[in-house]
């Protein structure tokens, strides 16, 4: 049986980037070469937009509930 687990578009890249801003202390030196990665991997694969695991679209609408 094979397992096949579909792997998000440029998840690595993203998922670098977002280590290194993490980081105590944040040096852009080392994440700015990671952008450029997401980057180039975002053009290449023509992404248009990311999404969380399980996030469904929602319009921004006002909550109606007043204070």
Known sequence: MEE???????AEEALALLN???HSPYEEDKCL????SLRHCVLAKK???FSL???EKQETKPS???A
């Open 4 to 10: 096949s687990k579909a792997k998000p578009v440029c």
């Open 20 to 22: 290194c801003v993490t």
């Open 33 to 36: 070469p990671l952008l450029h």
């Open 47 to 49: 992404v248009k937009n």
């Open 53 to 55: 695991a399980g996030q």
């Open 64 to 66: 109606g509930k007043k």
